[in-house]
């Protein structure tokens, strides 16, 4: 389903992350919100924010469930089967993950 929000037409998002839980972890902070891929993303939004001169550009969709341990949703696949491009964070964890 289109997004009209989205930056490119006829996508629900612009930009789909995709990362291993385990590399969103910040070492000897085992409860914090956000590791250093979500900040990634949001740091790709301002910046894209900037560069397009526009403070609400389009979307970018990245995987916020609480449960690491759950499998692939199909919230998750439709997430990724209506976004414009992939961002893989390539790593032995992402390689491991199911």
Request: hydrophobic residues 45%.
């Amino acid at each position: 389903m289109a997004n009209p929000d989205a930056y490119v037409p006829g996508h629900a998002h612009d930009l789909f992350v995709s990362y291993a839980w385990v590399d969103d972890r910040i070492p000897g902070m085992a409860h914090a919100n956000t590791g250093w891929v979500r900040t990634l993303a949001e740091n790709l939004r301002t910046l894209l924010a900037m560069q397009l001169g526009r403070e609400s550009w389009g979307d970018i969709w990245i995987d916020r469930r609480l449960d690491p341990t759950q499998d692939i949703t199909p919230e998750v696949e439709e997430a990724l089967a209506g976004s414009a491009l992939l961002l893989l964070v390539l790593s032995p964890g992402w390689l491991e993950s199911p």
